[in-house]
């Protein structure tokens, strides 16, 4: 049975530092017909749940733990009766949005997930957030890049908890040394290519 990448976007808030800024989150499911792998939690349980339809999920993993990318996190585990993912270095973010529960499970740099008959490979790659990783799945030839790499480069540095020296380093030693005709399914926006990127960061 094929795995596939299915899409949708959900709108809502983002907030952190002070300020709010309406967002449009990319909803990224990988799996077969049976079972699938949901990639971050933004804003709607519901939005989510149709982009799932109906298939038995494995894990919530979690890019990077910024609240428009866990809000509805744990009200999605109750949905679904899956387990929230998350590398521990985002602890600090987390607990902004939900100080009172923790996630299942941690992540780590080279850990494979699988999925119906594929496998996807954690890729930490810090500098956006401590813990933001990435998600590669070669044998589909992409890349969830969360908030770290997106259409033009680089996600945000300007804010508590990021830098932009480790984010570049990051993209630098684990995205750039993907195929470069990878593509790059971000956390907001449209799809990219790594060789499109390679080109513009230099």
Same mark, same amino acid.
């Given at each position: 049975m094929a795995v596939r990448v299915d899409h949708g976007v959900t709108s809502g808030t983002f907030s952190l530092d002070g300020e709010t800024h309406q967002v449009d989150n990319n909803v990224w499911v990988i799996g077969d017909d049976q079972e699938c792998l949901v990639i971050d939690a933004p804003h709607s349980v519901e939005d989510i749940?149709?982009?799932v339809d109906g298939r038995r999920v494995k894990a919530i993993v979690c890019t990077h733990a910024h609240d428009d990318h866990v809000r509805v996190a744990p009200a999605l585990r109750e949905a679904v009766r899956a387990p929230i993912l998350l590398h521990p270095d985002d602890r600090p973010l987390w607990e902004l949005t939900h100080p009172d529960e923790l996630w299942d499970a941690d992540l780590s740099d080279g850990q494979v997930? =699988?999925?119906?008959?594929?496998?996807?490979?954690?890729?930490?790659?810090? =500098?956006?957030?401590p813990g933001a990783v990435c998600l590669s799945v070669p044998s589909l030839g992409c890349v969830f890049t969360g908030?770290?790499?997106f259409q033009g480069g680089p996600g945000a540095t300007g804010r508590s908890f990021s830098d932009r020296p480790t984010i570049e380093s990051s993209i630098r030693a684990k995205l750039f040394t993907l195929p470069g005709e990878?593509?790059?399914h971000t956390g907001h926006g449209d799809?990219?290519?790594?060789?499109?990127?390679?080109s513009g960061l230099g």
């Open positions: 749940l149709a982009v997930i =699988g999925v119906g008959d594929t496998e996807v490979t954690v890729l930490h790659t810090p =500098g956006h957030a908030d770290t790499l990878t593509i790059v799809d990219t290519t790594i060789a499109a990127e390679i």
